[in-house]
């Protein structure tokens, strides 16, 4: 691990299996080329969120990509979480222009370019699949966070990325029916995807949370635009869980609380649900 502007950079284990076979087959100079795509594919995530004014704690490289921490104290809208998620593969659609580039230049190294224009090919494509915690899974996520209620947006896309990660487990197995082996190299990412997955579900009480602790944000920017409130119509016995559940991102919430007969009884702004919530 080392520690670069205050964000901690570190390997994952799967990252470091791969470098002690690459070192057994004797492709150190194709791991080093990878290493520098996916450390430079990160940098683009990490300046991405840096100039939307969110901490990067730290960073965690994969042979295929990364995944960084940050910390954004709700500040973090769905459309900056969709620019901090294509950040990375726009780099790699850079260098493969800049390898492009070289080759028209009459670079002599052409079986290098080559391989480094498919291997920045490969890391963005399979980091725009729509499967947390990859690129396209975060930039899937998000885009539903702007249609459905928050916490139903976390609860599906968990569980349509989990089924994608048992696919990919799935296809790596395939072999074995017909020439007796596995592609190593596609269980081993299934098996991170699937991890990760589950981790983040049992997560999501804690993400939730945290979602509501950072309302104030939506709050400041519904006063200072002046946008219109979203409502919310809920029967006085609605618990008040389901209530919350509600909840859009990046929109402010005035709850009407009708009694058994179907009239209005309270306009409740949603601040005063959520500290309800946690008075409780």
């Known amino acids: 691990m080392i520690r670069i502007a205050g964000i901690h950079f570190s390997l994952h284990p799967l990252f470091v299996i791969v470098m002690l076979l690459s070192v057994v087959t004797g492709q150190f100079l194709e791991l080093l080329t990878l290493f520098t795509i996916v450390l430079i594919h990160e940098l683009g995530h990490v300046c991405a969120a840096v100039l939307t ?5 730290s960073v965690q490289l994969l042979p295929f990509g990364g995944v960084a921490v940050i910390e954004d104290h709700g500040k973090l809208s769905a459309y900056h979480e969709i620019g901090i998620a294509l950040a990375g ?6 260098m493969i222009l800049c390898a492009f580039v070289l080759q028209r230049a009459g670079y002599e190294n052409n079986a290098f370019l080559t391989y480094f224009i ?3 090919m490969m890391i963005a494509l399979f980091n725009l ?3 947390l915690p990859l690129d396209g899974g975060k930039v899937m996520q998000a885009v539903i966070t702007l249609l459905i209620p928050y916490y139903s947006a976390l609860l ?6 989990i089924a994608a990660s048992v696919l990919v487990i799935v296809y790596a197995l395939l072999p074995l029916g017909t020439t007796g082996g596995v592609r190593l190299n596609v269980l081993m990412i299934g098996a991170f995807l699937i991890y990760s997955n589950i981790t983040d579900h049992r997560n999501l009480p804690y993400r939730f949370v945290a979602f509501l602790m950072n309302r104030g944000a ?3 920017r519904y006063m200072r635009t002046g946008a219109s409130a979203r409502p919310i119509v809920a029967l006085s016995a609605k618990p008040l869980d389901d209530i919350l559940r509600l909840f859009k991102r ?3 919430h005035f709850i009407y609380v009708l009694n058994r007969e179907g009239n209005v009884v309270a306009v409740v702004p949603e601040q005063r649900l959520v500290s309800s919530y946690f008075r409780i």
């Open 53 to 57: 004014g969110v901490t990067v704690k």
């Open 89 to 94: 593969p726009l780099q790699n659609g850079l």
């Open 118 to 120: 498919g291997a920045n």
């Open 129 to 131: 699949l729509p499967i």
């Open 156 to 161: 599906w896309c968990g569980r349509v990325s």
């Open 218 to 220: 939506v709050y400041d």
């Open 250 to 252: 990046n929109q402010y």
